[in-house]
């Protein structure tokens, strides 16, 4: 039986998932799930194998203990193109197909697909009891990452959202520098990307007309959940989709899952207590070009004692003139944090050796050493029960939320938003509230996930 979502069903919902919202220091902690395979090798199916879906089966399949089992890609080309590298697999245009079929013969599952299919591809092999490694950002919407959190805790099943940055090198210095504790009371973090521009369309309407579909794509699938709507060269598959509001989730949704990792992770931060975006509104379609959207969190023990400001920052909007201020004016990253303390302030990037200054002055430190792991290795070896996977869903879909909130923010220009995290609900601000959740196409809801 198919529910369809109500505003009665969001807000009883909404009171359910209240009741197990965890707390700040819940969010940092996760237990490997019991190791429950019944080979020595972990049967692995590939949804998605496309683009970061090659390079996900690619790393996957490296590890000695995996076993590629099942392709699965809409897209004829692509799925080619992995069964001749996995000439033993079986291969499906239908995740659920895949999964009726196949699911007594897996373990796990990837899922890397545009961003409106993770939640109900993941879930559905949650529930079958399958571990999942699913793509950034790890959901379409707030709600969906609520429920992600939940089943994945229910079911015991081991996860991991595919924020390799989260095990690199450069994380795991910054980790350990700020672990240090040189830069005193963090009351201010500005986070910056220089994404969209170049790499997908933002800002823009939905295109007119309709193109040929290509006999090679099948469609109908690649919609999946989404409203559906014609087809047009370019702008949706294979990597337009990004900026589309009922696909993609934009810059901050794409590149927040990086970049706001360390504020969340070094900072233990909960639920923010405000929202507001200085920034445009998006269009009917799209996300805007560029935009700021500024957090307050409540404080930890990482932070001043009067919490701590968030601010996202994306397009052309990087904080040029606080990067001088501190001592980073000079050659400063394209993608990156500022973290404000007291005293000086750091700068991490994903891809840069992170940097100190103490109140304007490059600080004479030992760069302490760096211990990454490969993070797809690090998940496999967590389905084996040997090790804990450092991003599962207990903390990304709490990461995850955090820059979907932004998103949801980007519709109320130069509004305050009061988020009751723990209610599930924008105080005050229903239309806010309704956008936590969306309806899925008749045809593909299922009971659980909505």
Sequence with gaps: MTKKITRRNFLRNSAVTAVVAPSAAQLFTSCAAPPNLATNKLRHAAIGVGGMGGADLKQIAAHKDVEIIALCDVDANNLQAAAKLHPEARAYTDWRELLKAEHSNLDSVNVTTPDHMHAPISYKAIELGLHVYCQKPLTHTVMESRRLKEIAQRKNVVTQMGIQNHSAENYSVAKQLFDQDLIKDIHEVHVWTDRPAGWWPQGVERPEGEDPIPSTLDWDKWIGVAPMRSYKDGNYHAFAWRGRLDFGTGAQGDMGCHLMDPATWFLQLGHPSTIKSTGPAPTSDTFPLESRVEYHFPATSKTSANGVKVVWHDGKNKPDALLTQYGFGENPYANGSLFIGSNGAHMFSPYEIPKTTFNDKPADIT??????????????????????????????????????????????????????????????????????????RKGWRYTGLL
């Excluded at 980007?410 to 229903?430: A, I």
Aim: net charge negative; proline share 5%; hydrophobic share 40%.
């Design 367 to 440: 760069l302490p050493e760096a211990h990454p792991t490969n993070h797809w290795h690090q998940w496999v070896d967590a389905c084996f029960g040997r090790v804990v996977a450092s991003a599962p869903f207990d903390y990304s879909a709490h990461l995850t939320e955090v820059a979907l909130l932004g998103n949801i923010a980007l519709n109320f220009p130069n509004e305050t938003l009061n988020w009751q995290g723990k209610r599930l609900r924008f105080e005050g601000n229903d239309a806010a509230t309704a956008l936590l959740c969306k309806d899925y």
